[in-house]
Nanobody, 126 residues
């Protein structure tokens, strides 16, 4: 059984940074990409960034380009999302998910993802 667990959320002031982690366990050898999504209160789930397991292909939503960086974590089957220059509009629950290669899901459609974590809350406020 595949499990994803996010960590690293919290309260940060505008302009600050946070580093989210996603730990993946279970039968994961078949997954082809890990992605981060977020859902702000009253809004739909939005794709943030994607990292393909082969080749290291990455993609980002326009709203976070230049501020967020997705990468492999230090541990096996982990991924991180480094978030810099945070804005109040980045406030959301952040989820990691497993799914198809990033280049086959260029719009980061959440319906294409197979497995999800339960999310971690990021609040950007002064």
């Amino acid at each position: 059984q595949v499990q994803l667990v996010e960590s690293g959320g919290g309260l940060v002031q505008p302009g600050g940074s946070l580093r989210l982690s996603c730990a993946v366990s279970g039968f994961t050898s078949h997954y082809q990409a890990i992605a981060w999504f977020r859902q702000a209160p009253g809004k739909g789930r939005e794709g943030v960034s994607c990292l393909s397991s082969r080749g290291g292909y990455t993609s980002y939503a326009d709203s976070v380009k230049g501020r967020f960086t997705i990468s492999r974590g230090d541990g096996k089957d982990t991924a991180t999302l480094q978030m810099n220059s945070l804005k109040p509009e980045d406030t959301a629950v952040y989820y990691c998910a497993l799914g198809p290669p990033c280049d086959l899901n260029p719009r980061l459609n959440s319906a294409a993802m197979a497995y999800w974590g339960k999310g971690t809350l990021v609040t950007v406020s002064s």
